[in-house]
């Protein structure tokens, strides 16, 4: 079954709802700060934003809502909500398998919209923290996804060209960053892993 990731010389994954199963918690911190802040939540909707850090979810909110709320401390207390409320956090299987596989044997990456301190806490806590050679989250980067730097900064502290990595993602963004990266992309879909080939324009 892992025959196929074979022919790539170094694996990149999201973090959340890719490897961790916290994209309930996330959702919760952020229906608790919208209670707490009077600006309207919508679970699919910010769901969809996934991979985004949170002060930009805010601008996103901004936008959609025309509010005019502050990104900064919105951003504060939601991180700091999900800090308290995120404390059993399951690992997804199918993911996990091909961490697993090729942990130790080809250079692993996580490339996450996550801060780092809440990224290194849940990679820790869920043991994963050790398999993982690299790690860029939101505090790396200044354009996230769906810009392709999060991931083309992996593949670069990885060694690696771009076009030798494949991303693992669980968000629309996700693989767009991932396909702007030129990089092939597979989704976290249910309980399995589907192909998403970057196609070159050239």
Known sequence: MLEKYEQYQG??????GTLLDSMPEHLNAWEITAKKFGFPFSRDWLNGLGGMPSYKIVAEINREFDLQLDAQEIARFKMATF???????????????????YAGKKPIAI???SQRILAERLLCLSGLFDKVDVLVSANEVEAHKPNPDTF???????????????????????????????????????????FYPYITND
Do not use: R, W
């Not at 800090?83 to 596989?101: G, P, R, S, Y």
């Not at 996700?174 to 976290?188: E, F, I, L, N, Q």
């Open 11 to 16: 694996f990149i994954f999201d973090m959340d």
């Open 83 to 101: 800090d308290e409320i995120a404390t059993d956090i399951e690992i997804i299987d199918c993911t996990n398998k091909v961490l697993q596989a």
């Open 111 to 113: 490339g996450t919209g």
């Open 152 to 194: 083309l900064k992996a593949a670069k502290l990885l060694n690696l060209k771009p076009s030798a990595c494949v991303v693992f993602e669980d968000t629309e963004l996700g693989k767009k960053a991932a396909h702007a990266a030129k990089m092939d992309c597979y989704m976290v879909e249910g309980n399995k892993l589907v």
